[in-house]
């Protein structure tokens, strides 16, 4: 019975196993590239119309099961850069394919405004930066990630500050009083990136992008010129960068690591005197000898406040994210950690975020995506540049001869300022940000040719600022504890809607229509208080303050409300015309303006496609563009237009209302017109490119204060009077000196330059005594100037500074002033090589701008000759009796002559070569990494800073104390410096 049993089981077993045989079976193979004959990593093989799929692995391999009933449907090869490759199932078992390249799909294509376009059919300027490029640059922000790699676009740390905004111009400044950053637009949505802190920290603001993670950009677009940037209308007149985050795609799920950490360090510090020198210049300064050698040998201090507040500095990062998904559903998703601590105590900034982007085919013509954002930071700041409870400036100024603790182990506040290491260490400044960024599309083919698009995007900017400065520190002291606490939150909603017309016509005439609409909605809430005498210092919060001093509230809600519409018309890919159209209408405008126009066009002749360009085995790329636009810039206050009224005005104890600003309903935003003439070459089959333009760009309306009478009660109002010219010439140079299989070089270079000019005033009248480097606006200068007296070196009788008497009066006054320095450059850009030799690779940029001038101010004070500052060691060259030749002036208590008064003594050469950035890395060989299931593992060392060439002597050229302001332009006093960083990391995939 057993016998039989099992007998029987086991032909039941071999029947069932047969059955299953003839109804199921499995194919496999290689997918390899047509090129190369490299096997291809995460193709999908799918059924046609069905979910039934597989993916090859790191050797191109893959496995299908498929049914009986299978047979006679379509197997789909599919792979992102490849054609489609589709056959008919039999009984074969084995399919070995060879993929083709998608030349048409792998044709460069960029992002423009509300659109994309192949890059050989733009006939606009702009520049794109991607993540190829953004791999090899550890940054703290995205637009730190800009700097020297497009032409035409200046970037400048201002200062080393964590966290602290950057200033932006592309070609040029093109305001006074309006803003002259760029346009934002992450994903198709304007963010917001203006800073929104309530608390002054002089120039080095709070960046609100900062808060976004360069690891999860795809890559970054500038749009430069008129007719590129006309599309964004009324805030378009300073550039537009465009960002695009990274998306999944169909295949294998790819999960990627990357991480970095390393250490800062000040790499120059300013030499001053010490406990010895500085008494022996007191001694000078007062005429007599009150400090004896004996009382300065025995004097117990000689504090190096330098050494007190620099430290080297940690920071890190690191990012993981998930990238893949199906042919109908495909998704990113990462989290990120920033980590900075400033190489001044007190400072340091962290920054959290989490992306997810999904996109979803809900069939051929219906396509439905999101990208949400939510990030969040912490900055500790310190004060900085003109503030007297800084630690900077103040160790700066301190001198050496007074201690920082006492015996009791108690701060000394003994010196003529704060201790700076009490300020560093006790004084808390904190700003956390919250931030949430986001929007969800729908992509509707209408037709084959025909795509409506419509886009609700937000961004949630909520700004929350802590300060309190104990009894520990001296401003802390001074009230019993001092407490501030500053709210600000701002919301931003757009809507779009577009409807695109794509359409190629025998082959020849290609057509591409965009007609959209958007709607913007802006609101801001903010408060503030401020309050002192706490009753400990462990009690922080306003709400243990005694006394409110002060307390203030704010709301605004604006809208804008825009059409517009672009067409592009190519024939044979040789001839390119393009038309755009804006029209914005803003609140922040009255109903004589409130509409405003911005037109462009531009033209593009590709040469290359010409007959008699057919036998030449050199050029490979010849394009002449040519365009002009009209932008605008709205970025100036709220309701200008309006008759305002405001609070305060209280009379014999009861509240009252006075008029605050007087109406103009003619008020409209300023008007640029841009003409850009440009041609790109390629040499050689593209090993060999040059790029180069030519532009000129004219504001036209400028918003400036125009004084009124006094018997009108005020003293301006705002209009549109003033005009300004930026004119200048970009060139990009790519070189690919070595093209072999196991070694690859290449360079880029580019340059650019630029004259900005002040065209008209209002009545011609100059703009005086602006910031510490004493700027002047004047009719026929570049915007900016430095204004000044003359120095024609020190007296050897006096020991003063002879100053020129320009108008020959006899006499020295403020009509001696003249121009003394400009703080434009006369060129700037980058270097960039990228070497890569089988498994290493190296990249090395160099930043420049030359012939700039930097208004020192530090040097004001610390090479001033009077008064209790510390003094640089510069001084011990002064003049000390009748006949010494010398550029130092005596030293004196008393200084009729002004000796540091605003002079070319105080201006400097600020040109300078930085090497910006080296990265050396060695990725890991395949036939290792695949044994421990890694796609690509990638180790490299990399250095910021590393070094910089130049004459200035401060602490650092790359420098403004006023930050991203464009008129305080070029000047340095006491700014935060940047730092040099070494670094190491690592990038993983599986």
């Known amino acids: 019975m057993k016998l039989s049993s099992l007998f029987i089981t086991s032909l039941l077993l071999f029947f069932s196993f047969g059955i299953v045989k003839a109804q199921d079976f499995t194919v496999n193979g290689i997918v390899n590239s047509d090129v190369d004959k490299m096997p291809i990593p995460g193709v999908t093989v799918f059924i046609k119309g069905t979910s039934n799929g597989s993916v090859t692995n790191i050797d191109g391999k893959y496995s299908i099961l498929l049914k009986e009933e299978d047979k006679g449907k379509t197997l789909v090869f599919n792979h992102i850069g490849m054609i489609n490759q589709e056959f008919i199932i039999g009984d074969q078992t084995q399919l070995n394919v060879n993929l083709i390249p998608d030349m048409e799909e792998l044709e460069e294509v960029t992002v423009v405004g509300y659109s994309s376009e192949s890059k050989k059919l733009l006939s606009s300027s702009l520049q794109s930066v991607n993540s190829e490029t953004l791999k090899d640059l550890p940054v703290a922000t995205l637009d730190a990630a800009l ?84 599309i964004y209308g009324s805030r378009a007149a300073n550039g537009v960068v465009l960002i ?30 010490n406990k010895q020198q500085w008494f022996e210049f007191k001694n000078d300064q007062l005429g007599v000898e009150k400090y004896t050698q004996e009382y300065i040998d025995n004097y117990p201090h000689d504090t190096d406040w330098q050494n007190e507040i620099y430290r080297d500095a940690p920071m890190a990062s690191y990012d993981l994210s998930l990238q893949g998904g199906s042919n109908k559903t495909s998704f990113y998703l990462s989290g990120s950690y920033f980590m900075q601590d400033g190489v001044i105590k007190g400072s340091s900034f962290d920054r959290t975020n989490i992306r997810a982007n999904i996109d979803h ?71 956390y940000t919250y931030r949430g960024l986001g929007n969800a599309y729908l992509d509707i083919a209408l037709l084959e040719e025909l795509t409506f698009r419509t886009q609700v995007g937000f961004d949630y900017y909520h700004l929350r600022e802590h300060s309190y400065d104990p009894v520990t520190t001296r401003q802390g002291a001074s009230y019993n504890g001092l407490g501030f606490s500053a709210n600000n939150t701002s919301i931003n909603t757009t809507v779009n809607a577009t409807l ?27 408060n503030y208080i401020r309050g002192q005498n706490f009753s400990r210092p462990e009690f922080q919060y306003i709400t243990s303050a005694s006394e409110i001093i002060e307390a203030d509230s704010y709301g605004l809600d604006r809208g804008l409300n825009s059409f517009f519409a672009k067409a592009n018309y190519s024939f044979a890919n040789k001839y390119i015309f393009a038309f755009s159209v804006r029209r914005d209408g803003s609140s922040k405008f009255g109903n004589n303006n409130r509409y405003g126009t911005f037109p462009s066009a531009s033209v593009a002749w590709r040469v290359i496609e010409e007959g008699f360009m057919s036998s ?8 002449i563009r040519g365009s002009y636009g009209l932008t605008g810039n709205d970025a100036i206050g709220d309701f200008r237009y309006q008759a305002l009224y405001s609070s305060g005005a209280d009379y014999n104890g009861q509240p009252g209302i006075a008029p605050s600003q007087l109406p103009n309903e003619d008020l409209k935003w300023e008007t640029v017109k841009q003409m850009n003439i440009g041609i790109d070459l390629g040499f050689w089959n593209d090993r060999l490119t040059l790029t180069t333009e030519v532009y000129q760009k004219a504001t036209t309306d400028m918003l400036l204060s125009r004084p009124l009478p006094p018997t009108s009660g005020f003293s301006s109002v705002i209009s549109n009077i003033g005009e300004m010219r930026n004119q200048g010439v970009e060139l990009l140079l790519g070189y690919e000196i070595f093209r072999k299989s196991d070694f690859n070089w290449k360079a880029s270079f580019n340059i650019s330059t630029y004259r900005n000019e002040v065209v008209k005033l209002y ?89 700039n001038d930097i208004y020192n101010g530090t040097r004001v004070y610390l090479e001033s000759m009077k008064g209790e500052d510390n003094q640089t060691t510069a001084i011990l060259d002064r003049w000390r009796e009748p006949g010494d030749v010398t550029s130092i002036p005596r030293a004196t208590a008393n200084d009729p002559n002004n000796n540091n008064r605003a002079s070319n003594r105080f201006v400097e050469d600020g040109s300078y070569l930085r090497l910006k950035n080296v990265t050396l890395g060695y990725t890991l060989p395949k036939t290792i990494t695949k044994k421990v299931f890694i796609d690509n593992l990638r180790v490299y060392v990399s250095g910021q800073n590393l070094f910089t060439l130049t004459n200035y002597s401060g602490m650092d050229p790359e420098v403004n104390y006023a930050g991203d302001d464009g008129v305080r332009m070029g000047t340095d006093f006491f700014t935060y410096p940047n730092a040099r960083v070494y670094t190491a990391g690592l990038n993983v995939s599986f």
């Open 500 to 526: 695109q017309y794509v359409k190629t016509f025998n082959d020849r005439h290609r057509v591409d229509v965009l007609a959209g609409f958007s709607s913007e909605s802006y609101t801001n809430r903010s």
């Open 147 to 230: 700097a020297g790699q497009a032409s035409g676009v200046q970037i400048n740390s201002n200062s080393g500050t964590p966290g602290s905004a950057l200033s932006v111009r592309v070609r040029g400044v093109g305001s006074v009083n309006a803003a002259n950053q760029p346009l934002y637009v992450i994903d198709g949505i304007p963010v917001i990136s203006e800073n929104s802190s309530q608390l002054s920290f002089s120039g080095q603001t709070i960046s609100a992008l900062s808060d976004l993670s360069p690891s999860d950009i795809e890559s970054i677009t500038v749009l430069k010129d008129g007719a590129g940037a006309a």
């Open 616 to 623: 030449s085995d050199v050029v490979s790329d010849f394009k």
């Open 244 to 273: 695009t985050t990274k998306r999944g795609s169909s295949g294998k799920t790819k999960i990627s690591f990357n991480a970095f950490g390393g250490v800062q360090q000040v790499y120059k510090r300013l030499d001053l005197l």
């Open 763 to 851: 009545n011609g009248q100059p703009i005086d005594n602006i910031g510490r480097g004493n700027n002047r606006i004047e009719e026929g200068k570049p915007i900016s100037i430095f204004y000044g007296y003359k120095s024609l070196g020190v007296d050897s009788s006096t020991g003063d500074i002879v100053f020129a008497d320009l108008n020959n009066d006899g006499e020295i006054t403020s009509e001696d002033r003249t121009e003394i320095g400009n703080p434009h450059p006369d060129f700037f850009g980058g270097f960039t090589n990228t070497l890569k030799w089988k498994n290493i690779d190296l990249n090395v940029f160099l930043q420049y701008s030359i012939g």
């Open 361 to 431: 085919h809900f069939s051929e013509k219906v396509k439905l995506g999101t990208s949400l954002q939510f990030g969040m930071s912490e900055n500790d700041r310190i004060e900085g540049d003109q503030s007297l409870n800084a630690p900077l400036p103040n160790a700066l100024s301190l001198p050496a001869i007074y201690p920082v603790y006492n015996e009791d182990g108690s701060y000394n506040e003994d010196g003529p300022y704060a201790n700076p290491v009490a300020i560093g260490n006790e004084t808390i400044n904190k700003a």
